[in-house]
């Protein structure tokens, strides 16, 4: 899921990748394949970029009376556990597009892991080995 998809917070449902229809060579080269485009992104950031629209405080304004919410505002969120959510303001461009490259290198490198580790279990339910071959 891209980052650029406003107001969805990041999931963590996996991707299914079709291992059990391939053969066991197929899955150890697309294995060998991933270890070596898998790099670490030093720059990413396991976070949502959000964007949200609000209404202000004061009684006169616009935005309370059908004129249009203040906005878009950008925010990085993350989830820390239960109860603990970490959120600040992107105030400029910059860190907006900072912030959407940075959680987009997470996702693609949560997404390489994810199918490695689906590759490496259905080896395993095959009964083959996982060491390098």
């Keep these: 899921m891209p980052a650029q998809d406003c107001g969805i917070l990041a999931c963590d449902m996996a991707r299914i990748?079709?291992?059990?229809?391939?053969?066991?060579l197929a899955l150890r080269k697309r294995r060998q394949f991933l270890l070596s485009q898998i790099k670490?992104?030093?720059?990413?950031?396991r976070a949502s970029f959000v964007e949200r629209f609000s209404v202000c405080g004061k009684r006169n304004c616009q935005c309370?009376?059908?004129?249009?919410?203040?906005?878009p505002y950008?925010?990085?969120t993350?989830?820390?556990g239960v109860g603990r959510v970490n959120k600040f303001l992107l105030k400029t461009p910059a860190q907006q597009?900072?912030?959407r490259e940075a959680i987009?290198?997470?996702?693609?490198?949560e997404e390489q892991l994810e199918e490695l580790s689906q590759i490496n279990t259905e080896l395993l339910r095959r009964h083959e080995g996982l060491?390098?071959?």
Excluded at 17 to 24: E, R
Excluded at 40 to 45: D, E, S, T
Excluded at 64 to 71: D, L, N, Y
């Design 74 to 76: 950008y925010y990085l």
């Design 17 to 24: 990748f079709d291992t059990t229809g391939k053969s066991t």
């Design 131 to 133: 060491g390098d071959e």
């Design 40 to 45: 670490v992104p030093p720059r990413g950031v």
């Design 78 to 80: 993350q989830c820390l």
């Design 64 to 71: 309370r009376h059908g004129g249009g919410k203040h906005g």
């Design 97 to 99: 597009q900072a912030a």
């Design 104 to 109: 987009d290198s997470y996702r693609l490198l």
